[in-house]
Protein backbone atom coordinates (compact mmCIF):
# COMPACT_ATOMS: atom_id res chain seq x y z
CA UNK A 1 0.00 0.00 0.00
CA UNK A 2 1.58 3.38 -1.17
CA UNK A 3 2.51 5.74 1.41
CA UNK A 4 0.94 9.12 1.72
CA UNK A 5 2.60 12.11 0.17
CA UNK A 6 2.06 15.82 1.55
CA UNK A 7 3.25 18.12 -1.44
CA UNK A 8 3.84 22.36 -0.75
CA UNK A 9 4.80 24.90 -3.56
CA UNK A 10 7.46 27.00 -2.76
CA UNK A 11 5.11 30.10 -1.51
CA UNK A 12 3.85 27.36 1.08
CA UNK A 13 7.28 26.36 2.10
CA UNK A 14 8.43 29.92 2.89
CA UNK A 15 5.95 30.12 5.60
CA UNK A 16 7.30 27.01 8.45
CA UNK A 17 3.45 27.69 10.08
CA UNK A 18 1.98 26.01 7.27
CA UNK A 19 4.14 23.47 7.39
CA UNK A 20 4.11 22.98 11.49
CA UNK A 21 0.54 24.54 13.07
CA UNK A 22 2.65 23.94 16.41
CA UNK A 23 5.40 26.42 16.08
CA UNK A 24 5.25 29.58 18.12
CA UNK A 25 6.81 33.30 17.86
CA UNK A 26 8.61 33.77 20.95
CA UNK A 27 9.78 36.45 23.49
CA UNK A 28 13.39 37.47 22.59
CA UNK A 29 13.58 38.64 26.31
CA UNK A 30 11.54 36.62 28.47
CA UNK A 31 11.86 33.28 26.06
CA UNK A 32 8.16 32.33 26.63
CA UNK A 33 5.76 32.40 24.08
CA UNK A 34 3.86 35.83 22.36
CA UNK A 35 0.14 36.31 22.14
CA UNK A 36 -1.66 34.60 19.07
CA UNK A 37 -2.86 38.26 18.05
CA UNK A 38 0.85 39.31 18.27
CA UNK A 39 2.04 36.11 16.28
CA UNK A 40 -0.43 36.34 13.14
CA UNK A 41 0.88 39.60 12.31
CA UNK A 42 4.58 38.38 12.61
CA UNK A 43 3.64 35.49 10.91
CA UNK A 44 3.10 37.89 8.12
CA UNK A 45 5.77 39.39 8.09
CA UNK A 46 8.23 36.76 8.33
CA UNK A 47 7.01 35.20 5.35
CA UNK A 48 7.85 38.54 3.63
CA UNK A 49 11.41 38.74 4.74
CA UNK A 50 12.17 34.91 4.75
CA UNK A 51 12.93 35.12 8.70
CA UNK A 52 13.73 31.62 9.93
CA UNK A 53 14.08 32.77 13.20
CA UNK A 54 10.69 32.93 16.01
CA UNK A 55 12.32 35.14 18.40
CA UNK A 56 10.88 38.86 18.18
CA UNK A 57 12.29 42.35 20.47
CA UNK A 58 9.73 44.35 20.84
CA UNK A 59 10.70 48.00 20.76
CA UNK A 60 8.43 50.67 21.89
CA UNK A 61 7.59 53.23 18.80
CA UNK A 62 9.26 56.24 20.48
CA UNK A 63 12.20 54.15 21.00
CA UNK A 64 13.04 53.23 17.61
CA UNK A 65 16.31 54.74 17.60
CA UNK A 66 17.27 52.92 21.08
CA UNK A 67 17.80 49.45 18.04
CA UNK A 68 19.69 48.65 14.92
CA UNK A 69 19.99 50.55 12.08
CA UNK A 70 17.69 47.94 9.88
CA UNK A 71 14.18 49.31 10.51
CA UNK A 72 11.51 47.61 13.41
CA UNK A 73 8.49 46.21 11.56
CA UNK A 74 5.21 47.36 12.65
CA UNK A 75 2.24 44.86 13.24
CA UNK A 76 -1.07 46.26 14.35
CA UNK A 77 -2.91 44.27 16.95
CA UNK A 78 -6.21 44.12 19.22
CA UNK A 79 -6.18 44.45 22.57
CA UNK A 80 -9.14 44.68 25.03
CA UNK A 81 -9.85 47.71 27.34
CA UNK A 82 -12.71 47.63 29.60
CA UNK A 83 -14.85 51.46 30.58
CA UNK A 84 -16.99 52.56 32.84
CA UNK A 85 -18.73 55.88 32.50
CA UNK A 86 -18.13 58.34 35.32
CA UNK A 87 -21.28 58.42 36.62
CA UNK A 88 -20.35 54.54 37.80
CA UNK A 89 -17.65 56.36 40.32
CA UNK A 90 -17.41 57.56 43.65
CA UNK A 91 -18.19 60.61 44.07
CA UNK A 92 -14.24 61.14 45.53
CA UNK A 93 -13.08 59.71 41.95
CA UNK A 94 -15.01 62.41 40.10
CA UNK A 95 -14.26 65.23 41.99
CA UNK A 96 -10.71 63.77 41.22
CA UNK A 97 -10.81 63.16 37.85
CA UNK A 98 -12.89 66.46 37.09
CA UNK A 99 -8.99 68.53 37.85
CA UNK A 100 -7.76 66.28 35.09
CA UNK A 101 -10.50 67.77 32.27
CA UNK A 102 -10.11 70.91 30.32
CA UNK A 103 -13.07 73.07 29.49
CA UNK A 104 -12.32 71.96 25.99
CA UNK A 105 -13.01 68.25 26.71
CA UNK A 106 -15.57 68.73 29.54
CA UNK A 107 -17.87 71.12 26.84
CA UNK A 108 -16.73 68.75 24.32
CA UNK A 109 -18.25 65.83 25.90
CA UNK A 110 -21.99 67.06 25.80
CA UNK A 111 -21.95 65.68 21.90
CA UNK A 112 -18.88 63.75 21.40
CA UNK A 113 -17.01 60.67 23.68
CA UNK A 114 -13.68 60.98 25.26
CA UNK A 115 -12.17 58.26 27.16
CA UNK A 116 -9.61 58.62 29.86
CA UNK A 117 -6.70 56.24 29.56
CA UNK A 118 -2.92 56.83 29.58
CA UNK A 119 -3.52 59.02 32.36
CA UNK A 120 -4.89 61.59 30.04
CA UNK A 121 -8.45 62.27 28.47
CA UNK A 122 -8.31 61.17 24.46
CA UNK A 123 -11.12 61.64 21.46
CA UNK A 124 -12.41 58.02 21.50
CA UNK A 125 -11.61 57.87 17.64
CA UNK A 126 -8.07 58.61 18.51
CA UNK A 127 -8.20 55.29 20.80
CA UNK A 128 -8.95 53.42 17.98
CA UNK A 129 -11.80 51.24 19.52
CA UNK A 130 -12.96 48.84 17.23
CA UNK A 131 -16.63 49.74 18.32
CA UNK A 132 -17.65 53.11 19.51
CA UNK A 133 -18.77 54.19 22.79
CA UNK A 134 -21.73 56.37 23.15
CA UNK A 135 -25.01 57.35 25.19
CA UNK A 136 -26.64 54.11 24.54
CA UNK A 137 -23.85 52.66 26.70
CA UNK A 138 -24.39 54.84 29.43
CA UNK A 139 -26.07 52.56 32.76
CA UNK A 140 -28.69 54.74 33.62
CA UNK A 141 -32.52 55.39 33.02
CA UNK A 142 -32.35 58.78 31.64
CA UNK A 143 -28.13 59.78 30.15
CA UNK A 144 -29.29 62.80 27.65
CA UNK A 145 -28.16 64.94 30.22
CA UNK A 146 -24.93 63.24 30.83
CA UNK A 147 -21.00 63.98 29.86
CA UNK A 148 -19.55 61.64 27.87
CA UNK A 149 -16.89 60.47 29.46
CA UNK A 150 -15.93 57.43 29.76
CA UNK A 151 -12.50 55.43 32.07
CA UNK A 152 -10.20 52.90 31.42
CA UNK A 153 -11.23 50.34 34.90
CA UNK A 154 -7.48 50.34 35.06
CA UNK A 155 -6.92 53.54 36.45
CA UNK A 156 -9.86 53.32 38.86
CA UNK A 157 -9.99 52.29 41.98
CA UNK A 158 -13.49 50.75 42.23
CA UNK A 159 -16.71 51.30 40.41
CA UNK A 160 -20.57 50.69 40.47
CA UNK A 161 -22.15 47.94 38.21
CA UNK A 162 -20.50 46.23 34.95
CA UNK A 163 -17.61 48.17 32.57
CA UNK A 164 -18.45 47.77 28.78
CA UNK A 165 -15.77 45.85 27.23
CA UNK A 166 -13.82 47.18 23.65
CA UNK A 167 -10.91 46.55 22.07
CA UNK A 168 -8.70 49.12 20.28
CA UNK A 169 -6.07 48.82 17.66
CA UNK A 170 -2.62 49.13 18.48
CA UNK A 171 0.78 49.67 16.88
CA UNK A 172 3.64 47.49 17.76
CA UNK A 173 7.17 47.53 16.71
CA UNK A 174 9.58 43.89 16.65
CA UNK A 175 12.84 43.29 15.51
CA UNK A 176 13.81 39.89 14.67
CA UNK A 177 16.42 38.40 16.36
CA UNK A 178 18.15 37.81 13.29
CA UNK A 179 18.43 41.57 13.09
CA UNK A 180 19.90 42.38 15.94
CA UNK A 181 23.84 42.31 15.62
CA UNK A 182 26.31 39.90 18.16
CA UNK A 183 27.28 43.12 19.72
CA UNK A 184 24.08 44.38 20.55
CA UNK A 185 23.23 42.54 23.54
CA UNK A 186 20.01 42.97 25.13
CA UNK A 187 21.50 45.28 27.81
CA UNK A 188 22.76 47.19 25.27
CA UNK A 189 19.84 47.68 23.74
CA UNK A 190 17.52 48.60 27.21
CA UNK A 191 20.65 51.44 28.05
CA UNK A 192 20.39 53.10 23.87
CA UNK A 193 16.21 53.07 25.31
CA UNK A 194 16.75 54.51 28.11
CA UNK A 195 19.34 57.19 26.63
CA UNK A 196 17.11 58.06 23.79
CA UNK A 197 14.06 58.88 26.08
CA UNK A 198 15.86 60.55 28.48
CA UNK A 199 17.64 63.33 26.04
CA UNK A 200 15.56 66.68 25.56
CA UNK A 201 13.76 67.05 22.41
Known sequence: MP??????????CSNPFIVDSTLEHMDYLTKGPLPESVGSGLTTV???????????KEVKAAD??????????????????????VSQLSVEQQK?????????????????????CHRRWLLSKKVALTEPVGRDDIPLAD???QP???????????????PIQR????????YNSSQLTPFQSTDELEQK?????DSPE
Open 96 to 116: KLLTTISRHVLMGSLKTPFIY
Open 193 to 197: AELTS
Open 46 to 56: ASQFNYTSLYW
Open 3 to 12: SELTLYNAQQ
Open 148 to 162: LLWVDTSLVESYEGA
Open 167 to 174: YRQVKRFY
Open 64 to 85: QSAGPTAAPHCIMTLEGIDLVH
Open 143 to 145: ARD
